[in-house]
Nanobody, 122 residues
Framework: QVQLVESGGGLVQAGGSLRLSCAAS????????MAWYRQAPGKAREWVAG???????NYADSVKGRFTVSRDNAKNMVSLQMNSLKPQDTAVYYC????????????????WGQGTQVTVSS
């Protein structure tokens, strides 16, 4: 009943930029927060950035100053602007959302996008 659809991945040279977008669709009461994760081959999934419904943001140290996360609450979308990309940023990037389906309270559900490949060449 809830889906996250991502777009914007691709191949870029080191120093270049990409913008990832993720839209939530379906029936739900609210989105508590949204975040981006990434996973490189042979490594654990890593948190990259997050944003609350009020627009407060946090970033992993590895991307601070280079990545910017933003959201459009009216469209239930979150974006990740990635600048000054490095080969170390190569990974599958996943959109995540924690969602209350029918009302406020402690019960919520985690949803994930399908993942989009970002490859940064040297």
């Amino acid at each position: 009943q809830v889906q996250l659809v991502e777009s914007g991945g691709g191949l870029v040279q080191a120093g270049g930029s990409l913008r990832l977008s993720c839209a939530a669709s379906g029936r739900f009461f609210s989105i508590n927060f949204m975040a981006w994760y990434r996973q490189a081959p042979g490594k654990a999934r890593e948190w990259v950035a997050g944003i609350t419904s009020g627009g407060s943001t946090n970033y992993a140290d590895s991307v601070k100053g280079r990545f910017t996360v933003s959201r459009d609450n009216a469209k239930n979308m979150v974006s990740l602007q990635m600048n000054s990309l490095k080969p170390q940023d190569t990974a599958v990037y996943y959109c995540h959302a924690r969602i209350n389906l029918s009302g406020p309270g402690p019960v919520s559900y985690d949803y994930w996008g399908q993942g989009t490949q970002v490859t940064v060449s040297s």
